[in-house]
């Protein structure tokens, strides 16, 4: 147990709509990660958030958006669902300031667009 | 695009066996880590070595890191049922910000009993 949560874990939308993923931060962590990972791939990382604020992206278009909360927790929102977003979404945190890039993850959202 | 590439793709071997999956990267790193996945749940940190390291332990596991040919590799000695899992490596690029990582595709491990 990392005591990283995430919250659906699973899910179902159909194409077009929009969904949103909630992660909650490990006590005491400052930075999470969001990860893209598809059926037997490495996860991708989508983006990071340090201290409420966009820290990095990968190579994700604007549909893919993110926010972090004062108490750190994250929510990740996907607009214009396509069927290639099915994949399960990971996050991660971790604590920027010690200078380690050691990340905990939570078990995951698997995602599914019809 | 993946900064880390785990060889082989899947490996099975015999229980009590000894397990090496290696990796490739291909820009300069501050430090190199080793994730297990089962069953596409979320990932487990194993050992995480730096790039002034060449090699550490922690139980069964050993890392080894070649910086000047890019390369890392994961032994898993007395390997046991409870090790069927993919393993991943993860890499930082030098200069980048403290926690973006970037993975590999995987080594998918299986243990016959």
């Known amino acids: 147990e990392t005591g990283v949560t995430q919250s659906p874990t699973h899910l179902i939308k159909t194409r077009g709509q929009q969904v949103t993923l909630r992660c909650s931060s490990q006590s005491g962590h400052n930075t999470v990660s969001w990860y893209q990972q598809a059926l037997g791939q490495g996860p991708q990382f989508i983006f990071q958030y340090y201290r409420e604020e966009e820290n990095g992206r990968g190579n994700f278009p604007p549909r893919f958006s993110g926010l972090q909360f004062p108490n750190y927790s994250s929510e990740l929102n996907v607009n214009a669902l396509e069927l290639d977003d099915s994949a399960l979404y990971l996050c991660?945190?971790?604590?920027?300031?010690?200078?380690?890039?050691?990340?905990?993850f939570g078990p995951g959202t698997r995602l599914t667009v019809l | 695009s993946q900064q880390g590439e785990e060889d082989p793709q899947a490996l099975s071997i015999q229980e009590g066996e000894n397990a090496t999956m290696n990796c490739s990267y291909k820009t300069s790193i501050n430090n190199l880590q080793w994730y297990r996945q089962n069953s596409g749940r979320g990932l487990v940190h194993l050992i995480l070595?730096?790039?002034?390291?060449r090699e550490k332990h922690s139980g069964r596991l050993r890392v080894t890191l070649d910086t000047s040919k890019k390369s890392s590799s994961l032994l898993i000695t007395a390997s046991r049922a409870a090790d069927t899992a993919s393993y991943f490596c993860?890499?930082?690029?030098?200069?980048?910000?403290?926690?973006?990582?970037?993975f590999g595709s995987g080594t998918r491990l299986s243990i016959r009993p």
């Open positions: 070595i730096r790039s002034n390291e």
């Open positions: 993860a890499t930082d690029a030098l200069g980048s910000s403290a926690s973006k990582i970037i």
């Open positions: 991660a945190s971790s604590l920027a300031d010690r200078g380690s890039n050691e990340q905990f």
